[in-house]
């Protein structure tokens, strides 16, 4: 049966990335050797880790100012690594909770410094981005999570700031064309846009750096990285080779304007049907519906079930809305072909029809 | 060319266990879908950890008293980890200073408390295992390194001490039989015997957590961890995917006796091999020779380099030493056949009849 995976994260990578990942364990370019076999220190992964940094300056058009990481973990880990990096214990970060991961970056951050919520969507359950950004002058940086994966709102104009500007990207990256170079620091987890879970992309301007009293542990200290190459320790290879292979794609593919395109016309496609149909609904404000996960429930919420099961007869994988959350979540990601939303688009309607 | 692969880390696994993980990164258990694009609460992969975790449990011989953790990060991560969950401000721990990640160790965990030294054998270059230790009757935990990648020395016998005894175990981990319960915590990077990099197996008696004041960032607290089964955030799913094959593999060749009885074949054939040939020469205490890395010289140093050519024609990877040590390093472990020990022996003995 054929799938169609619009599963929230870890989620669908490109086919080809796939095949060229599967034939690198067994043997990578033409070595002999697995990818999991070759120590990071030698020419064959040292070259794997330049191209990979190369590419994200190119696709970020970012200049030497900002450096490219890969560090082991995930945003979880970054939310601790950020302040632990930039806020001193007596300082302010000003953060912005517009959903779960906004809210867990603040709690974790208050553990180093005085992280304050500069604004907050939680009034209406986080289902809007609210933009009225109170920000004390003081603040070393603003921290915004640029798209809330469970509940499925985006910003679609980032907030013009004079604080350094802190961005989880884990569910937007590479999706859209930005002004990267307006960002102090972007963290995102790989296992959504750009590969395998296991791996953050740090993209930090260098300046912001080194201005804090507080001992850092080797393994979180971003400029140990910088000026190890990200091989400070052993990096997860494998995780960082699929990165690679997804970023020579997203390149192949057309870049980031391309990535855009698709992106606005599969959530096009999406939201239109959503909001024609009779049995669906949505409590996103319009201006802040996330293109990468759409956030949706059964008007009738008997009919929630039922709907569900059926995507799952029909090889829909994913679609079940976050456990606190409830309802349908659809996500679409870079590898996503326009075919999986025309698929759901169809079961949705014919669903529609017959139980409005 | 047939490849002998002698690599420290990442290094050489078992050929069905590549076979295994390649199959998986294109359809994963006959789902249709990658091990890269699941999430990490379907059934699916929850079904992986818990295999994973019971074959270490069956492997290690070990109740409930110890929990089995996967966690993002290597062992240099785990250095931070152990101090920041087991070591408040003013408290000591004593950590055996017998190489380079052991003195890595130290300098992390003084950050935290007071990291005091029990023993070091860096009188001799680390080229034995120092074993007169010195341990405040106030430590908190006894650190040691079970076995030195670097240097080539492992502790054949473990110290029995009074304090709770905490080891990294990442490159001689599930290569011996051990009394695994006598370990109140014990950490170890995958890369060597237990599968792809970007995973740390953490195995920790949980009566020893929770016992300090310090706030600790979520992503690094080892009872978070455990409430939540290893998934409080995205895993590393693809090396703890690879981790459960080798787990698997290790069981089905008969085990820690198993692999302990080949690892002694091999390490005996190297040794009684640099012992006997006079264009050779070892440097390392030989009751402490580690039975994973055997570091040893040419006896004449203008022979180092032509021998390390030689091995390279001959399809001989990873056999260069530390870079701050020099000399040849092979590496054996659990995965590497005792065919590849010959075909390097027989490599020495001819070299050594020609240059001696």
Redesign the interface.
Known sequence: ?K?H?F???????PQEV??Q???A??NFND????I??????TEWFVSVIEEAKALVKELMQLGNEHEVLFL??????Q??QVPMNLLDTNETAAYCDNGIWGS?AI??AS?FGNAVEAASSKDKNHTYINKSLHIPPESKYLHITTNNTVEGTQWHHYPNTNVPLVADMSSDIFSKQIDFKNFALIYA?A?KNM?????NLVVVRKDILGKIKR?I????DYRKHIEANSL????????IY?ALLTLRWIKKEGGLAVMEKRSIEKANLLYSTIDALPAFTSHIAKEDRSLMNAVFFLRNPANETPFLELCKKE?M??VKGY?TIGGVRVSMYNALPLESVHAIVDLMTEFSNKNA
């Open positions: 049966m799938r995976n599963n929230s994260g870890p989620s669908i990578l796939l095949e990942a599967a034939k364990i067994i070595t002999g050797l697995s999991l076999e070759i120590g990071h220190r082991h973990g995930g945003a979880t880990t939310f601790m867990k709690k974790e553990l987890g296992q590969g395998a879970a296991g791996v001992p542990p080797a393994i979180m400070l320790n052993t990096p997860p290879v494998f995780a699929t090889g994988v994913g456990r």
